[in-house]
């Protein structure tokens, strides 16, 4: 299995900043995924986070709102910009892919933000 | 990826075995079940998932009907820190960037006393 932990675990952030959250695996893993879930919602995914090249973003979801870098195998970032209320939502990295295969996919522990 | 329908809540005495449904009646012949549960203010665990054969762990068993238009998970002997939402998932298994997974509302479980 893969452990998944993210940083911050939470922060509070005034309207028109921008946050960057941290997602570590502590096994190489091939893929990466970014998901939002807003108050009382289930989980929907962001992107997909590419090693070495540009995120696969989901609809409704733009880089400009949302970039992402995953530099290696292990690391990725999701940066929430030009912040407003509605961004507020708890934000999950996942993982799948380790060297025992790709049959389930691993989730972190998840940012809860809060805009004012 | 096929939809699929479970029901909105569900509850299960301590102890007792809890049985959640989903029904996924336009599965293809290449997606699979997948089970997930999130317990408050955590990220997703995974649980289990199965083609076509019945599959147990040691969290839980599922139970895919012969036609695979639906399953059951079963936890055995349920207890309170199982209480959470339960998600059913169907995906075609891994082909590269084919592989996100599509969470429906799910099923959230009360175990009580």
């Known amino acids: 299995s893969a452990v998944i932990s993210q940083k911050p675990s939470r922060d509070i952030c005034q309207r028109g900043t921008s946050l960057t959250i941290q997602c570590q695996v502590d096994s190489q893993v091939t893929m990466m995924f970014w998901y939002r879930q807003q108050p009382g919602q289930s989980l929907t995914l962001i992107a997909t986070?590419?090693?070495?090249?540009?995120?696969?973003?989901e609809s409704g979801f733009v880089i400009d709102k949302f970039p992402i870098s995953r530099p290696n195998l292990t690391f990725s970032t999701l940066t929430v910009s030009n912040m407003s209320p509605e961004d507020s939502s708890i934000y999950l990295c996942s993982a799948e892919g380790t060297a025992a295969g790709y049959n389930e996919q691993f989730f972190g522990p998840g940012t809860r933000l809060t805009v004012l | 990826d096929a939809k699929t329908t479970q029901p909105t809540s569900m509850d299960c005495a301590e102890g007792r075995a809890a049985n959640l449904p989903c029904n996924h009646s336009?599965?293809?012949?290449?997606?699979?079940v997948y089970w997930y549960r999130q317990i408050h203010s955590q990220g997703p665990q995974y649980i289990i998932h199965?083609?076509?054969n019945n599959e147990t762990n040691e969290m839980a068993s599922l139970i895919i009907t012969e036609d695979r238009k639906s399953s059951t998970l079963i936890l055995p002997h349920a207890t309170l820190r199982d209480t959470a939402v339960y998600y059913c998932i169907v995906r075609v298994g891994y082909t590269g960037t084919a592989s996100k997974l599509t969470f429906g509302t799910g099923t959230r479980l009360q175990v009580t006393l």
């Open positions: 336009t599965i293809s012949g290449n997606e699979y």
């Open positions: 199965g083609l076509k």
């Open positions: 986070a590419n090693q070495g090249s540009e995120a696969t973003y």
